[in-house]
């Protein structure tokens, strides 16, 4: 028993005994067809070897699908972050009507429709209570919203990862984020890392926030690839 005993604390010192770190996935879906979606299961599948990963998705669970075979081990949730009341809904009703879309112009807009905070606290809620190490929001408007959620208090590392380019987000007429620069801006205050997928981009998105974060750049891979990817490369400059 003595030998056993001695055997148990230095397995508890060499760290065998340690809790299993936990990451989330933020995501509009990872349950269809898209690159997007591949590269996410490819990543969770990988780490899932060694950390217990979560994947929110929006996907329905009615016509999910798992097309790039998302592991067992990656438990899968499925949430509605912009699910709204009745009275969001009617604004982003009225917003339809051509002639009311000039209103999307305005960052205001866009706070009270997707990043109020009831929203934010409805997801600071949901997140918080799971306490993981670490929470990434795939691209454009869950990157916004968690950063904004993360201001409320969340003690979890709060990472950015961007798909697209720049201009795609930021510059599409009513889309992504369009007209939400200042809003990316404060929610990038609360990013402990932002992910995006080209140097260029990178670059862009630096003279976007200026020195608010540390962006890094992930590596681009071919498909596939059988061994685990190496996401993240240091932004150069």
Known sequence: ??????????????????????IAFLTNSVLTFGGEQRVLALLANGLSERY????????????????????????????????????????????????LKKLRDFEFTWYITHYNPILTKRLKNLLAQEKYDAIVALSDR???????????GLNSKIIAWEHNSFECYFRTPNDCLWKQDNLFIRAAKNFDECIVVFDIVCFVYKTLVQEMIDFVSSVQYNRGQKEDPDVRKACPG
């Open 1 to 22: 028993k003595a030998q056993l005993s001695i055997l148990a604390q230095q397995k508890k010192e060499s760290g065998l005994f340690m809790s299993e770190k936990r």
């Open 52 to 99: 217990a990963i979560t994947i929110y998705t929006e996907d329905s669970p009615a016509t999910s699908q798992n097309p790039y075979n998302l592991s067992e081990k990656v438990h899968v949730k499925f949430f509605k972050p912009f699910k709204a009341g009745v009275f969001i809904k009617a604004i982003r009703l009225i917003l339809k009507f051509p002639i």
């Open 142 to 152: 869950l990157s916004l919203l968690l950063g904004l959620t993360a201001k409320r």
